[in-house]
């Protein structure tokens, strides 16, 4: 339930949140917001003016743990500048580097002055009144209430203002225990918001003008409840009741695992009109011996069938995709099935790595960790075919008509930009709607990953 304010007019306190990583921690920032406007904080956009500052961090490779500890110590020198000039200033570091380093963080940059958990951002609020009052919190257990029932909802000024397309966290958490991956230690195990909840949510976001919800999870299409009808639902069910709430015109959801794919949510893209032709399924890597030392639990063969099954159920699909280079023990001609699962499956667009032993993971221990000159190399190869293939999907859009959903102005004045069912940003001109109209357009070019749309008059 919203709350009042707590804080007296004129006592307004700012708060700036800084998000790194997924969009689970894009969606987890705003509801930390949400809990803190229930307590007077308002936003801002710089951190010089911040009386809290909350570092929304991602521990997924070497490389995002390492920026947040950059950051804080340029925010221990704010912090100090600030104190001189009589102003108090709290540091908290919330997400997956809070969960997997706890109390370290304190001892390795003093600044901070709480650290708090994914799975407690409930307590958000309390934890920042026991940090003005001087303690150093540390919030990293596994709450046992559902921190969704406590999280105030968002206020619907806030749904506005960050616009027409929005995340919601359906589900929570990993139990693949991939080898290479912290998720399964820093979320937790697979947890699925029940449907009442997740309707609840999306009503109100739709009310607030939404016309786009994204659902997420770490690994979404394992999302599983019992539906109001009795019946166990799969995340194809879920996606066919949330296409009837009034107001949402489109549907996606991510990440996904191919293990998860069931044959109701394949259904879901040929049959249900709201749920769009995107579909983010990573692979990670194309030779069998690697897939089964990552623990991925399937093979090569079993991916590129089940690309099959979805194309054959939605040709236009545009797939998606995350890959990992280097995993210890890959050599070149594993590599190179890399490079062939990716020119088999086609890719409209894809997210690559270079391996980065995480702690506590068994990848982090095995032997014939990789040369970073051979990682890089592969991952400029990789890249490159990946670039093209996206080239290629961009140049087929050139001459189609689509639906735009328009989502925000553009860069340049009179334009305004629209996501295309394949989730490319098209850039038209302000005339054709307005932002929350999804228009007819007819795609006329494309410079690197946008594209340039007209209105379509013409008929297709
Ligand atoms: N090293 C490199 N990439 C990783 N990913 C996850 N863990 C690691 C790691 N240790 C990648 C995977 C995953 C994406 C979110 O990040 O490709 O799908
Ligand atoms: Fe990590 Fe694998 Fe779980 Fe994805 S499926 S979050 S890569 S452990």
Request: aromatic share 6%; proline share 5%.
């Amino acid at each position: 339930m919203p709350r009042e304010p707590r804080t007296a007019p004129g006592t307004e306190r700012k708060v700036f949140v800084k998000t790194y990583g997924c969009q689970m921690n894009v969606y987890d920032s705003q509801r930390m917001s949400d809990a803190l406007a229930a307590d007077g904080y308002v936003a801002t956009e710089t951190v010089e003016d911040a009386d809290l500052v909350v570092l929304n961090t991602c521990h997924i490779r070497e490389k995002a743990a390492e920026k947040v500890y950059s950051e804080l110590g340029r925010l221990n020198a704010l912090k100090k500048a600030r104190a001189r000039e009589g102003k108090q200033t709290v540091i908290g570091v919330a997400g997956c580097v809070a969960q997997a380093e706890g109390r370290e963080i304190v001892a390795r940059a003093s600044a901070v002055d709480l650290v708090i958990g994914p799975q407690t951002y409930h307590r958000l609020p309390d934890a920042v009144r026991k940090a003005l009052a001087g303690e150093k919190v540390v919030e990293t257990d596994y709450a046992v209430e559902d921190k969704f029932e406590r999280l105030p909802d968002p206020r619907a000024a806030d749904v506005r203002r960050r616009g027409v397309s929005a995340f919601l966290t359906v589900q929570e958490g990993c139990d693949k225990f991939c080898t290479f991956c912290v998720v399964p230690y820093t979320r937790g195990a697979e947890v699925s918001r029940p449907v009442a909840q997740i309707l609840a949510e999306a009503e109100k976001l739709a009310a607030a003008g939404v016309r786009e919800i994204t659902l997420l999870g770490q690994n979404v299409n394992a999302w599983r409840a019992a539906g109001p009808d009795g019946r166990d639902w799969g995340l194809g069910d879920l996606l066919w009741r949330l296409a009837d709430v009034p107001g949402i015109a489109r549907l996606r959801y991510t990440t996904s695992h191919p293990r998860d794919m069931d044959d109701d949510l394949i259904a879901a893209h040929r049959d249900l009109a709201a749920l769009m032709p995107y579909l983010h399924l990573p692979v990670q890597a194309g030779a069998d011996r690697i897939l089964k030392a990552m623990n991925r639990r399937h093979t090569a063969a079993d991916y590129l069938k089940l690309v099959e099954r979805i194309r054959a159920a939605r040709p236009d699909i545009a797939l998606s995709g995350d890959f990992i280079v280097g995993f210890p023990g890959e050599t070149d001609e594993d590599f190179e099935a890399t490079l062939k699962i990716v020119r088999e499956a086609g890719y409209a667009q894809a997210f690559s790595f270079k391996y980065s032993p995480r702690p506590g993971t068994p990848g982090a221990a095995l032997d014939g960790q990789v040369e970073e000159h051979v990682k890089a190399e592969r991952l400029d190869r990789l890249q490159a075919l990946l670039a093209e293939q996206q080239k290629t999907f961009l140049t087929g859009l050139v001459g189609e008509r689509i639906d735009l959903l328009l989502d925000r102005h553009g860069r340049e004045k009179g334009q305004l930009v629209g996501r295309s069912p394949w989730l490319q940003p098209v850039i038209v001109d302000e005339s054709l709607g307005e932002i929350g109209d999804i228009v007819p357009v007819r795609i006329v070019r494309h410079t690197g990953a946008s594209l340039f749309g007209e209105a379509a008059r013409d008929r297709t």
